[in-house]
């Protein structure tokens, strides 16, 4: 069982940065976790994953150069520093977690979630 709280995100211009943090709890070890968006009106989407024993890191095309996925295995929290911000970006961000394999764009392969936290990016 791995629970899920994120934290971060909010709203910032075009162009700026934010953070958004997930901190876990429970048997993380042979999990991997990702990060998905969901805008109004769209389907959830892939933005990044990590793996937590060898770290090993996955982007959608569109996040990467600007986003970067980190984990912190001693605060057994994952972090999303996004740059570069988009006004397309916006969304709400949900951390998530699957036990063992490599990071999966697919939501339905994830059994854990977040509660999600909104990240606007205004033009």
């Known amino acids: 069982q791995v629970q899920l709280v994120e934290s971060g995100g909010g709203r910032v211009q075009a162009g700026g940065s934010l953070s958004v943090s997930c901190a876990a709890s429970g048997r993380t070890f042979s999990t991997v976790m990702g990060w998905f968006r969901q805008a109004p009106g769209k389907e959830r989407e892939f933005v990044a994953g990590i793996t937590w024993s060898f770290g090993s890191t996955n982007y959608a095309d569109s996040v990467k150069g600007r986003f970067t996925i980190s984990k912190d295995n001693a605060k057994n929290t994952v972090y999303l520093q996004m740059n570069s911000l988009k006004p397309e970006d916006t969304a709400v961000y949900y951390c998530?977690?699957?036990?063992?394999?490599?990071?999966?764009?697919?939501?339905?392969?994830?059994?854990?979630w977040g509660q999600g936290t909104q990240v606007t990016v205004s033009s």
């Open positions: 998530a977690a699957k036990n063992r394999g490599v990071v999966s764009t697919l939501p339905g392969e994830y059994r854990y």
